[in-house]
């Protein structure tokens, strides 16, 4: 039992001092750890310290997600995007799904969808939602319909206006003026239209 406390100590502060070196070893500080709290997890059953090795298993599912957002997931990204794009004239349903495994924007995951004609793509996020809060939810952006004749740079491009039109509806949604989103993306556009035609609808400088 002295060995594994001595083990899981070292392989502890090993972690930590690869985790503040910031360089291309500082992920594997999660490895470190992880067999650091299956040390730990053999000693408080062994000595019968509970609320230690709780604490040691709640550790090691931090460590393995460690693993995941630093070692596993980066290499996996960077398999997706040493993918070949198939060639050819047209945008197949195959051709803009490899192009779109190559575009990353925090928090988006664009997907297309539908068949050769018509495809469509479309991003999902997480967001509160604007009318009752709370956690965020999975949204979905509208469709974005493709053509069979674009250019991959069309529809990386496309996939961009997605984004953009996303973050300004988000915008919309959550700027307010005397607690109301005078702003907002949903208004009825003939709603609209009659308060342009309203004597006091618009305001102009003197």
Known sequence: MLVIELLSTLLGMLGAAL?????????????AWL????????????????GFFLQQGVFLVTSLMGIWEWLIKPRLRSRVQTGAVPPGPAMTLER?????RLIDFPGYHFQVMGNSSPMYLQATFHAPCSVSGGQPIRQTTRKW????HMTPSELVQTALNCALTSVEHEAREQFRYRGLA?????????????????????????
């Not at 067999?35 to 509970?50: D, I, K, M, P, R």
């Not at 319909?145 to 069979?148: H, K, P």
């Open 182 to 206: 005078i702003f907002g993306p949903h208004f009825n556009v003939d709603r609209l239209a009659e308060l342009c035609l309203c004597p006091d609808g618009q305001e102009v400088r003197s």
């Open 145 to 148: 319909q493709l053509s069979a």
């Open 19 to 31: 985790l503040a070196t910031r360089s291309r070893w500082a992920g594997w500080a999660f490895v």
């Open 35 to 50: 067999f650091s709290n299956l040390g730990w997890l053999v000693f408080g059953a062994g000595n019968q310290h509970w």
């Open 96 to 100: 803009a799904k490899a192009i779109v």
